[in-house]
C-alpha cells in the first residue's frame, strides 16, 4: 500500500520519522521542524490505518512493514520509528537501507495484549493520563485518534503478544530507552548493547518521549542526527 507522506524541509539529506500506534504524522509537528532546522528533509509517513493513509482489511507488522518499503526511499541518512513504528521499520530496514536507524523505547519483547478495538480518548483523559503534554500535542493526540481505523488496535494485540526478533544491523543503530517505562529495562539495554545496538536513556519519560521530554529527546539523538 503507498502511504500518506507529510514533509518538512527541502534539504538533500533524508531522515524518515515513524509513528506509534494510533498516531500520525502529526505526533512529529515538533520533531520534524526541529530536525529540518538542521538541514534535513523530514518524511513521516501515517501507517495503514492511521491519519491520511487507507484503511486495510489485514494489519500485521508484515504490512506495515512492507508498506514502509513500498513508499519510502532507500537509502535515507536516518530511519526513525517509534513503538509501533519501530516494529514496522525493523520489518523494513533490509530493504530501505537507511545510513542510521533508531528505534525509540522498543525492546522487541512481547508485549501482554488483549484484543479490543480502540475508543478514540478525550482531551481531558488525554491531558490527565499526561500531564506533561502541551496543549498542542494533547489535541494532535485526539486529532490522530479520530483518522485511525478501531480495527487497528484489535488485530495488532497477537503481534505484540509474539513479539519479534531485533532487526539485523544494516547500519549503525540506537535504541532510546524511556526512563520510566517498562519497555526496554536495564538488563534489555544490556542485552541489546551486546548485539552491537547503541542505547540511550530519556531520563523522567513515558514511553512516547518525544512529547514528554522534547527537549531531552532531541539531546538524545545528538551524534545520530
Known amino acids: 500500500m503507498k502511504l500518506h507522506k507529510h514533509t518538512w524541509g527541502t534539504g538533500d539529506r533524508v531522515v524518515l520519522l515513524v509513528h506509534g500506534l494510533t498516531d500520525d504524522h502529526t505526533t512529529w509537528w515538533r520533531v520534524g521542524p526541529a530536525i529540518a ?3 534535513y528533509r523530514v518524511v513521516a509517513p501515517d501507517l495503514r490505518g492511521h491519519g491520511l493513509s487507507a484503511r486495510a482489511t489485514t ?9 514502509l518499503a513500498e513508499s519510502l526511499s532507500v537509502g ?10 519501530g516494529l514496522a521499520l525493523s520489518g523494513a530496514v533490509e530493504r530501505l537501507r537507511p545510513l542510521r536507524a533508531i528505534y525509540l523505547d522498543i525492546g522487541w519483547t512481547p508485549i501482554p495484549s488483549t484484543p479490543t478495538r480502540f475508543v478514540p480518548r478525550s482531551a481531558e483523559y488525554t491531558s490527565r493520563r499526561h500531564p506533561a503534554w502541551c496543549e498542542a500535542d494533547v489535541q494532535a493526540e485526539i486529532s490522530a485518534d ?3 481505523d478501531p480495527e487497528v488496535m484489535w488485530q495488532i494485540a497477537a503481534e505484540f503478544n509474539r513479539g519479534m526478533e531485533p532487526p539485523p544491523l544494516v547500519a549503525p543503530s540506537l535504541v532510546v530507552a524511556a526512563g520510566d517505562g517498562p519497555m526496554v529495562p536495564p538488563a534489555r539495554q544490556d542485552e541489546l548493547r551486546s548485539l552491537g545496538f547503541a542505547v540511550r536513556e530519556v531520563p523522567r519519560s513515558g514511553h512516547v518521549m518525544h512529547r514528554d521530554r522534547f527537549e531531552d529527546f532531541m539531546a538524545a539523538l545528538d551524534g545520530w542526527i
Request: contains cysteine; negative net charge; charged residues 25%.
Open 59 to 67: 494489519y500485521t507488522l508484515t504490512d506495515f512493514a512492507a508498506d
Open 146 to 148: 479520530g483518522r485511525c
Open 76 to 85: 535515507a541518512d536516518v530511519a526513525i520509528g517509534n513503538s509501533l513504528g
Open 37 to 39: 532546522d538542521r538541514g
